[in-house]
């Protein structure tokens, strides 16, 4: 005769496997992680700032974090940034009222390029600690939640078809979440980006392209 609760229990079983070895592949990825961020790619760019100039900038757009709030992590310094840096080194948030945008970390160095530019390489996005713990708590809602309703549908006449619905639910929420870090992400790398003139072509730079390309024609 079949049992819900066998059924049940295997299923369970089936999912935590899946579970553990979504855990292994992300640990295996975070070990080429440069940063610490969560597997993103470390990107190296180019500041129109010297180093001199990019730290007076990290001195003038960055303060301490909060130690300790109730309502919101804004700090009332007014500065884009909060965090930490030295002379070869930063990490830093964006100073925001929001709980999913203090949660991306910008991490990484800066080194002398010249005299009127700057090497940094970064990463931007969940440290390994917030990425993990998302993982495993979305994983055990989930196997908790389904283990739980299939062993009700049995004993309550309660339809399957109402447990995809649930977990279809699941699914739209776990979607947002990754489309609202994945904006959030564009906007935080931005905001850094111009501030500290990252990428950005200098006038120089476009003349003498323009030059070369009509010496070319």
């Known amino acids: 005769m079949f049992k819900p609760s066998t059924y049940a229990f295997s299923f369970g ?3 935590v496997l899946s579970v553990l070895c979504l855990l292994f592949l992300t640990t295996q990825r975070y070990k080429h992680d440069r940063y610490g961020q969560g597997g ?14 990019f730290k007076k900038r990290l001195t003038e757009l960055t303060s301490k974090e909060k130690d300790f709030y109730f309502i919101t992590p804004y700090n009332s310094s007014g500065t884009p ?5 030295d002379d070869r080194t930063f990490e830093l948030t964006r100073n925001s009222f ?23 390489s ?9 990425r993990n713990l998302f993982i495993v708590f979305i ?14 549908s049995y004993k309550s006449g309660f339809k399957i078809s109402s447990l995809l619905i649930i977990n279809g639910f699941l699914a739209i929420g776990c979607l947002l ?41």
Not at 40 to 53: A, F, G, I, Q, Y
Not at 123 to 129: D, E, Q, V
Not at 141 to 149: E, K, Q, R, Y
Not at 180 to 195: D, P
């Open 13 to 15: 079983r089936q999912v």
């Open 40 to 53: 993103r790619t470390t990107k190296t760019m180019k500041s129109n700032l010297n180093k001199t100039e």
């Open 81 to 85: 940034f909060c965090g930490e840096y």
């Open 98 to 120: 929001w709980q999913h945008v203090k949660v991306i970390v910008i991490k990484g160095e800066y080194n002398q390029l010249d005299n009127d530019s700057t090497e940094v």
């Open 122 to 130: 970064y990463a931007l996005g969940w440290t390994k600690f917030t």
């Open 139 to 152: 994983s055990l809602a989930f196997v908790g939640l389904n283990t739980f309703l299939i062993v009700f």
């Open 177 to 217: 979440i990754s489309v609202v870090n994945w904006t959030t992400k564009k906007i935080v790398n931005q905001r850094f980006k111009e501030e500290f003139e990252i990428g950005l072509e200098d006038e120089w730079e476009k003349l003498a392209a323009s030059n070369s390309k009509g010496h070319v024609n």
